[in-house]
């Protein structure tokens, strides 16, 4: 086994992951899944197990998730305040 298969197991491991199931994913719900875990680690064999986990237990997390974030997320930037025009003025 590669170095790098080890220290992934490791990481697995230590954060209470399980091992990939097996089991067919539709491509387009793994791949978004993919993505979305991609933001929170730069390897993404790790982000595509963490996919698979949460797909694995309900296949269309991630079509749920984006229905469910996205429009939070646009109402909360319409919400954003504008930048300011100038900065103070001094005496």
Do not use: W
């Amino acid at each position: 086994m590669k170095a790098r298969h080890i220290l992934d197991q490791v990481m697995l491991d230590a954060c209470g992951i399980k091992p990939t199931p097996k089991g067919h994913f539709r491509k387009k719900e793994l791949a978004l899944g993919t993505d979305e875990e991609g933001e929170h680690t730069t390897n993404k064999g790790l982000a595509t197990t963490i996919a698979k986990q949460h797909l694995a237990k309900t296949p269309d997390y991630y079509t749920r998730l984006r229905k469910f974030v996205e429009p939070r997320a646009k109402k909360l930037s319409m919400m954003a305040l504008p930048p300011s025009s100038s900065a103070p003025s001094s005496p």
